[in-house]
């Protein structure tokens, strides 16, 4: 009887809780997870607890069997044998890992220095001022919010994060537009790392055996956008993360983190941690060029955990098609498909692409299962 009663209440406990009613009072704070940490919370709100399957054991990340892989980028324009050696790099990174780091890419470490710090500036200034950019509309230039996903039922739990969204490329934004305390170190970054990101995709075509401006050109690929992200320090980091397992929707990444560490990669069915190294970038390959790519190419499942002491900063910028507007179809690229190799995936746009990604939110699934042939 005692163990009956348990569970009659245990389910009685489930049913009055109203999920809904408290994401949409964190949602009108406006204050993100940032203004549950300054409220001085000493329990994660049960809208960020994670189901135990999604959740991160910290012992369970590969430290030593795994070494994750950094490519030097030094003579990549200078010496046309250095070059091959780095498009070889590069492709055999992005088939087995779907993930690398760059060192020597051509922007200072006191650029990314600044940009982290201009970046965490805006998060950590007074809420009142955060507030104008608060909003969850997505056609929106620059979007300041929690949990985009937020409200869809599918996510198991609110990430323990902040993020800042903008768009760059093709139509950059005005200086008025960006948040003044970042405003112009994300305008001097955004230069810098275009130039990189169009470089990595010279090398990512040329690994497919494809012309160098294939990728950029041919697929249009100009479209350029951030995702700024801020983890406050976590009371109960065993219970939730600060970004749970996902895929990432572009054609590729390029991820500039601090010291602090906390993205983990799966890799042969192990969490394992990219390290932080000074003045490295991580990229990555996204849904799309696998598509593309036919499989060549792999997007690979990647998380942020979350910590106790520090707050964690990370700057993604995401190259791609435009995810609201671009309606062309695209499938497996023709020149890379034969009897033996036929297309694995059904054409699609990227605006549908992007649209059922977001209907589903981070779920901890790939949506380019949705489009298997």
Known sequence: MAVSSTNDFQAKVEKSYDKMSELKAFDDTKAGVKGLVDSGIAEVPRIFVLPPKHRAEFSEASETRFTFPVIDL???????????????????????????????????????????????????????????????????????ASNLDLYSPRVPAASWRDSIFCFVAPNPLSPEEFPTACREIIMDYSKDVMKLGFSLLELLSEGLGLNRSYLKDYMDCCHVSYSCNYYPPCPQPELTMGTIQHSDVDIVTVLLQDHIGGLQVLHQNQWVNAPPIPGALVVNIGDFLQLLSNDKYISVEHRAVSNKDESRMSIACFFGESPWQSTKLYGPITELLSEDNPPKYRSTAVIDYTKYVHSRGLDGTSALLHYKI
């Open 74 to 144: 030094e003579g990549i324009d200078e010496d046309p044998i250095k070059r091959k050696e780095i498009v070889d790099k590069v492709r055999d990174a992005s088939e087995t890992w779907g993930f690398f780091q760059v060192v020597n890419h051509g922007i200072p470490t006191s650029v990314l220095d600044k940009t982290l710090q201009g970046t965490r500036q805006f998060f950590e200034q007074d809420t009142e001022v955060k507030k104008q950019y608060y909003t969850r509309d997505t056609t929106k230039r620059v979007i300041y």
